[in-house]
């Protein structure tokens, strides 16, 4: 008995030790069907080679050319002129700005390896060397977004101060009033209590990690819509494409918004003494007519001409010192300009001139105090006041295009209703943004 049991349980460990084996070599050849996980390995980045460069910034001088920042930079011996010509290659290097930046970029041993003009924010000139170590240029132009900005408010001391103080720029400022130019003279004719509004073009940077937002803002565009409210006059304009390259301004009616005169021919300045039948000079300290405008400008402001006309006269006199004279194109009209600084560089008698032409720039020559602008308006050879001369409209829109400009006023129009429509808080009302659909015009897309 004791033997039989003795064999049983030997077998039934041969038993046992044989299932495991088997277990084991089962195992092993579904085990060995799958390879076995490989260690990842984290990826390397190499940097970019500008990684490692020195950076040096550097701005546009007054009276600097490319030669000039090159000498002054210390740009490679003997390759000064490959790299000018590889940047004259994409850019015109007549057209560097004062003020605009640029960085030079040098390796670890100091070699020079790079050149990055800073033309506007979405524009970037650069100068390399290529895998041949030649100098070639490039340009690097970023994606710019367009919008449409409604911006209103209420005059609380001048235009520009107003604006300012809405967190607008002087950029919009200078763009507003050049719609308004021949209406307005926005330093003496805006008063307390006015109200304006405005639709213009409004550039970003498009931001493509997100795609439906806005980078930086970069500058603006063309004034589409703006009106002037004034206690007794409404001055409403719609900008309107008439063909493919052309446009301009229009009141709601379809004629031109452009008058025959500028309501002023400085962009900037202040009456100090209006048209007079009697006035006492401030030097020879008499009393005596004073059929003219002085208009006080800070000197070496452009005087403009006010129409289309030809230069008849240019000169000096002991009382109004370098003046112009021009006959318009009504040859009823003549109008002079004193106390000139000097004259535009290519002003000549009978030379031809367009309206906004400059002819002269703001000056204290003669008999003045300081620096102004003596402004004469003559109507068939008599001195008249400029400030009551009845300025004539613009030519209508042909007929052909009326119905395309009354659908460019009336999308404009709205859109102004509802910019004009939000909340005011105080005097000063902030931009708020208008509708961004483009609106239909002449012109096929």
């Not at 060397?129 to 209103?152: C, P, Y």
């Not at 409403?236 to 918004?257: C, M, P, V």
Request: charged letters at 20%; aromatic letters at 10%; glycine letters at 10%.
């Amino acid at each position: 008995m004791r033997s039989c049991t003795i064999n049983q349980i030997g077998g039934f460990r041969m038993k046992s030790a044989l299932y495991f084996i088997g277990g084991l070599l089962v195992m092993g050849m579904y085990g060995g069907c799958k390879e076995k996980p490989a260690a990842v390995q984290p990826a390397v980045v190499k940097p970019a080679p500008e990684a490692r460069w020195l950076r040096s910034d550097g701005q546009v001088l007054r009276g600097d050319t490319l030669e000039k920042i090159v000498a002054r930079d210390c740009f490679p011996s003997g390759q000064s002129q490959a790299i000018i010509r590889a940047f004259a290659s994409v850019f015109d290097v007549r057209k560097l700005v004062v003020g605009k930046r640029y960085c030079l970029y040098h390796d670890s041993t100091g070699r020079f390896q790079r050149f990055d003009y800073f033309a506007e924010p979405e524009r970037t000139i650069h100068v390399e060397r290529d895998s041949a170590m030649e100098w070639h240029g490039r340009v690097t132009q970023l994606a710019l977004v367009k919008r449409i900005k409604g911006v209103r408010g209420r005059i609380t001391g001048s235009l520009y101060e107003s604006m300012l103080a809405a967190g607008e720029s002087a950029e919009l400022i200078t763009l507003f009033s050049d719609v308004f130019q021949w209406d307005l003279d926005f330093f003496s004719d805006p008063k307390q209590g006015d109200e304006y509004a405005l639709l213009c073009e409004a550039y970003h940077l498009a931001d493509p990690s997100q795609p439906d937002s806005l980078g930086a803002f970069v500058r603006y565009g063309r004034i589409l819509a703006g009106e002037y409210l004034q206690k007794h006059r409404r001055l409403a304009t719609i900008y309107f494409q008439t063909s493919e390259d052309r446009g301009g301004y229009y009141d709601l009616s379809g004629h031109s918004f452009q008058k025959t005169f500028l309501k002023s021919p400085l962009s900037y300045g202040r009456v100090t003494s209006r048209f007079s039948g009697g006035r006492r000079h401030p030097i020879l300290k008499v009393v005596r007519a004073h059929y003219a405008i002085d208009i006080a400008a800070p000197a070496g402001t452009p005087v403009m001409a006010p129409a289309d006309g030809t230069v008849i006269e240019k000169g000096y006199n002991s009382g109004i010192g370098y003046f112009v004279k021009i006959r318009h194109k009504n040859p009823h009209f003549v109008t002079l300009y004193g106390h000139l600084s000097r004259f535009a560089a290519d002003l000549e008698v009978g030379r031809a001139l367009r309206q906004r032409d400059v002819i002269g720039y703001v000056g204290s020559t003669g008999l003045a105090t300081g620096p102004h602008l003596h402004y004469v308006f003559y109507e068939n050879g008599r001195p008249v006041n400029p400030d009551k001369i009845k300025n004539s409209s613009g030519d209508p829109l042909p007929a052909l295009l009326k119905p395309a400009f009354m659908a460019v006023r009336d999308q404009r129009l709205q859109q102004l209703a509802a910019v004009v429509a939000q909340p005011a808080s105080g005097d000063s009302l902030a931009a708020v943004p208008a509708a961004s659909s483009a609106a239909p015009s002449a012109v096929k897309d």
